[in-house]
């Protein structure tokens, strides 16, 4: 294990036929051909499909290494150390680990994100959406040799409110206002705005929306945007289709409440894989994933996720340390 921060970064040009660049962070190289990514470090390699790894590379890149681990299958992934991010292959993974071939890497998260952006725009090709769902009518295809590039779907940046949404000045993304249609799977969900009666003279200070009609119009899945935010309580609803592109190890706790229709959770020991349970959430049902756990959810179809997050830079500190419990409720 290297624990010194890498400086190496190189943007290699396409140097085979299927025109795709290539890429060094550290001593980790990634190239990638028409099916596969591959990955290469000092005593090991691997090789994902294209489109689970642009999925999880979409997000990784989206979400600024988010909280605690991305892992992009059981070998390779990324663990945030808000500032510094580790990069691992085989780290987590008891057999590569037993053997020597696991590695691990640290850099500056800003640093290996202009490299991942980069990665991201050049292997995204014209007309594919690592955002979007498989089975969704404009998602494209991932595949084949190095064909334009999709810039509009890889930098979407969310929409950001300057109030309250619903107030005026909020940045107009009021649902009937932002000019993004209903998802299909969503065309039963009323866009009926609430009905506010304000006390005269607060007209301008009182505001409600509609949460599943803003979420029905989501062109992204498995992206959870901030909606409120309460000192460091972060309400992150998202809507969800097909598989979370990574197994999401986290390093605190989190809740999920199902929001609508359903999703199965595959629960598996953090630093192992080892399966641990498996859960099937159904609308109304609020779980609290523990902190030393990873977890994937399976939406078969599209679902409405509320994400509750706890951003306290504390955490993950107290929960190594065992002041914080692992769990949030003992029964
Ligand atoms: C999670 O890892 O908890 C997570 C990430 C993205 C989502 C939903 C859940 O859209
Ligand atoms: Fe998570």
Redesign the pocket.
């Known amino acids: 294990m290297t624990e010194a921060l890498q400086t190496h970064y190189k943007i290699n040009p396409a140097s085979n036929e299927t025109g795709y660049k290539s890429y060094e962070a550290g001593s980790f190289k990634f190239t990638r051909d028409e099916y596969f990514v591959s990955i290469v470090w000092p005593k090991g390699a691997h090789t994902m499909a294209a489109d689970g790894f642009m999925r999880a590379m979409m997000r990784t890149v989206a979400w600024g290494f988010f909280y605690g681990t991305l892992s992009y299958d059981p070998v390779f992934g990324t663990t945030n150390h808000y500032g510094i991010v580790d990069m691992f292959a085989g780290t987590y993974h008891p057999v590569f680990k037993e053997n020597g071939r696991d590695h691990l890497e640290k850099f500056k998260a800003e640093d290996l994100l202009e490299l991942f952006r980069d990665l991201v725009d050049d292997w995204t090709n014209e007309g594919y959406d690592p955002f979007a769902a498989p089975g969704e009518d404009d998602a494209g295809q991932p595949w084949g040799r190095k064909n334009g590039n999709n810039a509009d779907a890889v930098t979407r940046i969310r929409v950001t409110a300057n109030r309250m949404v619903g107030l005026p000045g909020d940045a107009e993304i009021r649902t009937d206002a932002n000019g993004f249609p209903q998802n299909r799977m969503f065309a039963d969900v009323s866009s009926d705005q609430p009905l506010v009666e304000a006390e005269p003279g607060f007209e301008d200070e009182v505001a409600a929306f509609n949460l599943y009609d803003y979420l029905s119009r989501s062109d992204v899945t ?3 945007s901030v909606c409120s935010v309460v000192k460091e309580s972060l309400f992150c609803p ?1 809507s ?1 289709e097909f598989i ?1 592109p ?1 197994e ?1 190890g ?1 390093d605190r706790c ?1 809740w ?1 409440v199902q929001l609508s229709d359903e999703i199965t959770w595959e629960v598996k020991d953090k630093d192992t894989g080892n399966p641990r349970c498996r859960i099937v959430m159904r609308a109304g049902d609020v779980a609290c ?1 523990p902190a030393d756990i990873r ?1 994937q ?1 399976y939406s078969p179809k599209r679902s409405m ?1 509320l ?1 509750w997050e706890n951003a306290s830079p504390r955490i993950p500190d107290m929960i190594q340390s065992g002041e914080a419990p692992v769990i949030a409720v003992q029964f």
Request: aromatic share 12%; glycine share 6%; no cysteine.
């Open positions: 498995w992206n959870p998202t969800e979370l990574v999401h986290n989190e999920f994933m977890h959810g996720l994400v």
